[in-house]
């Protein structure tokens, strides 16, 4: 088992700005990804950062330019920095572990912490 544990949400007004982390703990055979996706109300959960072992990144258009995913392997933790926060923005984020274990791919999410952009 994979434990995922997210933290850095809150509260932050338009153009603020947050960073998210999220650490992988546990039996842990070899983290191919890591990312962040988001769901708001009413929305389908989408992605919006993902990191992969040899640092290939993607990321969702609506967020380019204004966040930035980032990842320490030896620790098995990604952050997310966001910066020129939007409302629409607003959204649990959930923290996604993919890994490689023997012949599977195996995914992992956490709970998801709660990012609110309102004045």
């Known amino acids: 088992q994979v434990q995922v544990l997210e933290s850095g949400g809150g509260l932050v007004q338009p153009g603020g700005s947050l960073r998210l982390s999220c650490a992988a703990s546990g039996s842990i055979f070899s983290i191919y990804a890591m990312g962040w996706y988001r769901q708001a109300p009413g929305k389908q959960r989408e992605l919006v950062a993902r990191?992969?072992?040899?640092?290939?990144?993607n990321y969702a258009d609506s967020v380019k330019g204004r966040f930035t995913i980032s990842r320490d392997n030896a620790k098995n933790t990604v952050y997310l920095q966001m910066n020129s926060l939007e409302p629409e923005d607003t959204a649990v984020y959930l923290c996604?572990?993919?890994?490689?274990?023997?012949?599977?791919?195996?995914?992992?999410w956490g709970q998801g912490t709660q990012v609110t952009v309102s004045s």
């Open positions: 990191m992969t072992r040899g640092f290939v990144t």
């Open positions: 996604n572990v993919e890994e490689d274990y023997y012949l599977q791919r195996r995914t992992w």
